[in-house]
């Protein structure tokens, strides 16, 4: 007997496995069995590939390369302004410094104002999980359960269900940003957006022909490098997973901590990136981790039963997070080893007035730290294990690991025949996340098998780095004036 996607047929001798019972019909027939929800149908209604490629007449290909700015469109420095509101006003300062540093920083932390600009650029409506800040910068290696290496996308703050195209066309004009402060020439930063959306587009492509549960799966750290030909980013990844290796709590908690009285340890201020806080402070967000527990697989309790919380601290975040709450929390088990974890702020999402604009739903209201959380693993092949959410006094955290062995490529810092070959590996990582919330034939067929769209997708990339150039230059000029407070870090 066999199981063909919910419907059972039985051979007519009986086969291995088959039950005959007093009056039942065992010919070869095949079994009826009821719809159940949440399982596909069988056998399939309607081809999702031709879908896809039905979508090209009410939106070709070659669409994607429009750049249309609205005419209402807040200025650089109003975005960034009101992208601050809410965040701790004295880091704002700090925040606008790392954005004022160059083009390719200031893309960092305008996820917000781009999706203002992409919800005005054609779409094919086939929503997808997205990264919504799918950066070149927010790919990289971490850890996972059983001490190996991972390379995926790493930063999910944005994440909502949205179009497809905003995260391919944001990594490709981070790279085209990357490219020029590389130094690389103009063909170059092309060729990478062009790269970036044909390894996207072919991904998707072999995804689409896979068996579900290979393509789940696809594209394993050892075959990355191969099947995006990106063997000159090779000494790179090797280099970057050498120090990530060492990059773990204990290391963390040696440089940022010191002994206590009570023969445990305590962080030390380092401003301004980390600093002690308040007992009342530190008691709350202690406290905040036994809702935390709550959101942990139960498998998951008996490892953090055997650590004791030591101390709390504050600690600054990256250029898109900078003003946010975000805390480490020393945790030390009964030989003294350190486990830090990270108690960071979960707003709501960048992209959500914009994707009203484009005419997609808003997420269900929630907690913001379990949206993060839950969105982080419908993209990820391998998530962080302590994944969870928590709230501190009335605001919604997310919780993880703090250096589970993460490192990362600064894609500016790249030579020129390297960027091609990370724009395709992050182009293929791009598609795969997607493909787990959105049927891969489906935007396989849409894609297709020439390159109009990567073509597109570069054009779109070129001009939108060009705004980005000029929008950081009206910051830096508003920072000269006096008009908004910058800081830098020594």
């Avoid at 490709?172 to 940003?177: E, G, Q």
């Amino acid at each position: 007997m066999t199981e063909v996607g919910g419907t059972l047929e039985t051979d007519g001798a009986g086969g291995t496995g088959a039950r005959k019972e007093a009056g039942a019909d065992t010919g070869s027939r095949t079994r009826r069995l009821p719809r159940v929800p949440g399982f596909a149908e069988w056998p399939a209604a309607g081809s999702p590939k031709e879908e896809g490629k039905a979508l090209r007449g009410r939106v070709p290909r070659s669409a994607h390369a429009t750049l249309d700015l609205d005419a209402a469109r807040p200025d650089a420095v109003s975005a960034v302004e009101e992208s601050s509101r809410g965040r701790l006003p004295e880091l704002a300062p700090l925040r606008v410094g790392r954005m004022a540093a160059t083009p390719f920083a200031f893309l960092r932390g305008s996820a917000g104002l781009m999706a203002y600009d992409l919800a005005r650029t054609p779409m094919t409506r086939i929503g997808a999980q997205i990264c919504g800040d799918a950066h070149a910068a927010n790919f990289g290696l971490y850890g996972d359960a059983r001490g190996g290496l991972v390379i995926d996308l790493n930063d999910f703050d944005e994440t909502v269900r949205g179009p497809w195209e905003w995260d391919l066309k944001r990594l490709a004009t981070s790279l085209v940003l990357a490219g020029r402060e590389a130094g690389a020439d103009e063909d170059t930063c092309r060729a990478a957006a062009h790269g970036t959306a044909g390894a996207y587009r072919r991904t998707m492509r072999l995804l689409s022909k896979l068996p579900v549960l290979d393509a789940w799966n696809a594209i394993a750290d050892e075959e990355l490098v191969s099947h995006t030909d990106a063997h000159d980013l090779l000494g790179t990844l090797e280099r970057v997973s050498e120090k990530a290796r060492s990059n773990t709590s204990g290391r963390f908690a040696a440089r940022s901590t010191e002994a206590d009285e009570d023969g445990g340890r305590r962080f030390v201020d380092a401003p301004p990136v980390l600093r002690r806080i308040p007992d009342d402070e530190a008691a709350a967000v202690a406290a905040s981790l036994e809702q935390y527990l709550g959101t942990l697989p139960p498998d998951r309790l008996p490892l953090l039963a055997r650590h004791a919380v030591h101390d709390v601290a504050f600690r600054v975040v990256g250029t898109g997070s900078v003003g946010t709450r975000s805390y480490v929390v020393l945790l030390l088990d009964h030989r003294g080893e350190p486990l830090v974890l990270q108690v960071k702020e979960a707003r709501p999402s960048a992209l959500v007035p914009h994707l009203l604009t484009a005419g997609f739903e808003a997420p269900e209201a929630g907690h913001e730290g379990r949206r993060v959380v839950h969105g982080q693993k419908r993209m990820q092949v391998v998530s962080d294990s302590l994944l969870g959410w928590t709230t501190v006094d009335g605001r919604p955290y997310q919780v993880r690991q703090f250096r589970n062995r993460k490192g990362s490529v600064d894609p500016a810092a790249l030579a020129a025949d390297q960027i091609d070959d990370y724009a395709r590996m992050t182009g293929a990582l791009l598609a795969r996340a997607h493909s787990h919330s959105a049927d891969p034939r489906l935007i396989a067929g849409y894609c297709g098998k020439n390159d109009e769209l990567d073509g597109a997708v570069a054009a779109f990339a070129v001009a939108y780095a060009d705004r980005t150039e000029a929008d950081h230059a009206d910051l830096v000029t508003a920072v000269r004036s006096g008009r908004i407070a910058a800081e830098t870090e020594a």
